[in-house]
């Protein structure tokens, strides 16, 4: 979603950045799982892009080794400024493991930090468990 293209339903454009950035909320947030817009205004195409992917996650997750059963959220918040393309992945299992992971830039990455060394590193995913 976050190219722009759609490729994991096929051949979709959209520009979900461009959509945030005009939202009031100034962000999208996208339920993968049950394919809705949970925050933000999307556009009519942009939420029906959402429930295309809902549509594809079982062929997906059977692809890369998984089950949609396995998750108990996935969800997507995309965030555009003029500075920066932002999206923060967030992740729950059905063990109720929860994980956060941002990615900004174009193209995306995870972001980079200083650790205590003063090297430049991946910014750790955060993890924990469900309350």
Known sequence: MASGLGFVIGYYPMD???EAASS???VIEVDFLNGQILRGEASDSLQAAAAHYAEALP?????????????E??????????????VILKVTD???RRSTTEYVGVPLKRRRVLDSLGRIRTTPRRAGLAS
């Open 16 to 18: 979900v950045f461009s």
């Open 24 to 26: 009031p909320m100034g």
């Open 59 to 71: 062929e997906f997750c059977r692809a890369n080794g998984a089950d949609p059963a396995d998750f």
């Open 73 to 86: 959220n996935l969800s997507a918040i995309f965030d555009s400024t003029a500075l920066e393309r932002r």
């Open 94 to 96: 059905r063990r109720g």
